[in-house]
Structures are given as structure tokens and as C-alpha cells.
């Protein structure tokens, strides 16, 4: 009888080459010459909603508005961000503002 077979003789090694110096595996290196664009106003608002979405502290965030949940935040004293009834309160009647990540899905 002979060793037992274990389930990496059945595949070939496969060396694989280290790339440039600073460069991680995954990402993408930069185009030459291309610069980062910079986030618009309503995409920066966006993305600090998102933020405050994601952020558990303040308690769960389906079924409500997003300043109906920064108003029950406030009222237990958990001290939500200033800046982001100041992002809802300029976009009163914008759904994309108004609710969170979570509102497309059903509950």
C-alpha cells in the first residue's frame, strides 16, 4: 500500500507571480493621468446619510423616516449628528433623502 492520496495531488501547483512593489492583490491601480472626481453636494449629503443609515447607535432604521429615527435618537439622548437634520431638513419632499437604505425592501 502506498501513502494516502490527499485531495491537493489531484490539482496542479500553480505559482503565482508577485506583482509591483505597493501594488495589493484586488485592486485596481489608477488610469495615468486620471483624477479622482470629486463627490457633488447631493452625492456628499447622500453618502453622510448612508453613514448615519448604517450606524446602529441610533437605534433600527426600517419602517421610519430617516429624521423620524434622528428625532427618537435625539429624544433618548443618544446625540445623532447636527449635520444630518440640516441635510434632511433642506431636501424635505426628496424620497432619496428623506428615507433609509432599507425602505425599497419589505419589511
Do not use: N
Not at 447622500?46 to 433600527?60: I, K, N, V
Not at 445623532?80 to 432619496?96: C, I, N, S, Y
Amino acid at each position: 500500500m502506498g501513502r494516502k492520496r490527499l485531495i491537493t495531488d489531484s490539482y496542479p501547483v500553480v505559482k503565482r507571480r508577485e506583482g509591483p512593489a505597493g501594488h495589493s492583490k484586488g485592486e485596481l491601480a489608477p488610469e495615468l493621468g486620471e483624477e479622482p472626481q470629486p463627490l457633488s453636494v447631493d452625492e456628499a449629503e447622500l453618502e453622510l446619510l448612508r453613514q448615519f443609515d448604517l450606524a446602529w447607535q441610533y437605534g433600527p432604521c426600517t419602517g421610519i423616516t430617516r429624521l423620524q429615527r434622528w428625532h427618537r435618537a435625539e429624544q433618548m439622548g443618544l446625540e445623532p449628528p447636527a449635520e444630518v437634520r440640516q441635510v434632511l431638513q433642506t431636501h424635505p419632499g426628496d424620497p432619496r433623502f428623506q428615507y433609509s437604505l432599507w425602505h425599497v425592501y419589505p419589511l
